[in-house]
């Protein structure tokens, strides 16, 4: 594999998958001044991999390639759920009105005719780089919960599940941490809905001004959860204690005096059995979290089995 | 100019991007390394490895053009499809000639 000079990690990816050095060549001239970083496979099997792990923007994919053909290749990206969403631009010598149809059939976005006209390459790259980037803004849309700027459910659902595999697989702690805002039900009656989302818009960035690694999700109406990768429970109720202080601390100007506060419930993978699944690790966070409401409110509370019995 | 200097500028061929800044470099690469490339063609064609020489032709058919050399794409592709129809020995030596001929004269100069 052979990276362009260009090392800008923001810059938008481009994979070319093309068997000929000489083209290579002439992508990294003609690229070199596009807002790109170019990457390069010399056959079909390496581009694969590249593309899996690299994951693309855009592939600059030849057509005519020993051992395994383009169309080969775009099936196998298109069966990958890493690889799937990758834009797929054939670069062919063939004219072939068929194979033209048949790549765009198997989801290629585009088709360049080799020789490329200079031109006309960088303004159909530039094009598919475009509605990536649309594409993309539109995905992450879809998974944050408007009022609070927080990830939505739909999104916590299926981070944790892959938090969870690598967390298992690689014996790594992980935490979980759910959060239920005290009275909150009370608060919107006795000050209306728009002061409701301002606590839930301030609760949010409270949660969000943690660290980076941490994942801030609203669960559901004054329900939130936290996953804290590489984190003990231990770890995660000191983390909590952060958030419960500066909640109970926060000034609510039109309403001076008031206190709003929140129980937390903290689980982490080494309290559950095996398997341990999402399904196990919500449960108990939500046990903890019942618990501390049970005990008084606007505290911390961290899962142990024997919750359970209680 | 004498005549011989005419016909030899007129024998050379000469890349249409050769004032591309942004691939001269390239250009002149692409014609130096070219003996090499002819050499190949020509252990191809003499072993009689058509899947070898099919190669070879569809590289050039693909990239020759873009380093401004649009006859040699034209000529590889002749070539290239001599090959997959599976003409005689001879057609593949006349096609291959020609693009060979056109490799020999290409120049930066």
């Known amino acids: ?8 990690s923001n810059l938008p990816t481009v994979l070319a998958i093309d068997d000929s050095e000489l083209i290579h060549r002439l992508l990294r001239a003609r690229l070199h001044n596009e807002r ?3 990457h390069t496979a010399i056959s079909s099997r390496e581009g694969l991999e590249i593309a899996r792990s690299l994951k693309p923007d855009v592939i600059l994919l030849d057509l005519d390639m020993p051992e395994m053909d383009g169309f080969k290749v775009i099936e196998r990206l298109k069966e990958d759920p890493t690889t799937q969403d990758i834009a797929v631009i054939f670069v062919s010598a063939s004219n072939d009105m068929a194979n033209r149809v048949r790549g765009l059939d198997l989801g290629a976005v585009d088709f360049i005719a080799k020789p ?6 960088k303004a159909r790259l530039r094009s ?19 009022a609070s ?5 739909t999104y916590f659902d299926q981070r944790l599940a892959a938090e969870i595999s690598e967390a298992n697989r690689y014996n790594k702690p992980l935490s ?7 009275g909150f039900k009370s608060t919107n009656d006795q000050f209306g809905h728009l002061f409701g989302d301002l606590v839930i818009e301030r609760f949010s960035n409270i949660l969000n001004s943690g660290r980076t690694s941490d994942v801030a999700c609203r669960y559901g109406g004054e329900e939130f959860s936290v996953i804290l990768p590489q984190t003990t429970a231990t770890e995660a109720r000191e983390v909590a ?5 500066q909640l109970a601390n926060t000034t609510w100007h039109d309403h001076s005096g008031l206190m709003l506060t929140a129980s937390f419930g903290v689980c982490d993978l080494e309290c559950l059995d095996f398997p341990r699944t999402p399904a196990k690790l919500v449960a108990a966070a939500d046990q903890a979290m019942y618990n501390a409401k049970k ?3 606007n505290r911390v509370d961290v899962f142990s089995p024997t919750l359970i019995r209680k | 100019m004498t005549n011989n200097q005419a016909d030899y500028q007129h024998f050379k061929l000469h890349s249409s991007a050769a004032n591309d800044l942004e691939i001269r470099d390239l250009i002149e690469l692409f014609v130096r390394e070219m003996p090499g490339r002819i050499k190949f063609a020509n252990d191809a064609f003499m072993r009689g490895d058509r899947l070898r020489l099919q190669f070879w032709a569809h590289q050039l058919k693909g990239s020759a053009g873009g380093y401004g050399f649009a006859q040699i794409t034209i000529e590889a592709t002749k070539l290239e499809n001599t090959i997959i129809r599976n003409e005689s020995a001879d057609c593949v030596f006349v096609a291959l000639r020609r693009v060979l001929d056109l490799c020999e004269r290409a120049t930066i100069e």
């Open chain 1, 128 to 146: 598919a780089l475009r509605v990536q980037h649309l594409i993309k803004i539109l995905a992450q849309k879809a998974q944050i919960d408007g």
């Open chain 1, 36 to 38: 790109v970083q170019l």
């Open chain 1, 116 to 121: 490329f006209d200079v031109v006309e390459l």
């Open chain 1, 295 to 297: 005990c008084g409110r």
């Open chain 1, 241 to 245: 204690e952060r958030w419960r202080n």
């Open chain 1, 1 to 8: 594999m052979t990276m362009s000079e260009t090392t800008e």
């Open chain 1, 149 to 153: 700027g927080l990830w939505n459910r």
């Open chain 1, 176 to 182: 979980l941490t759910i959060i239920d805002l005290d």
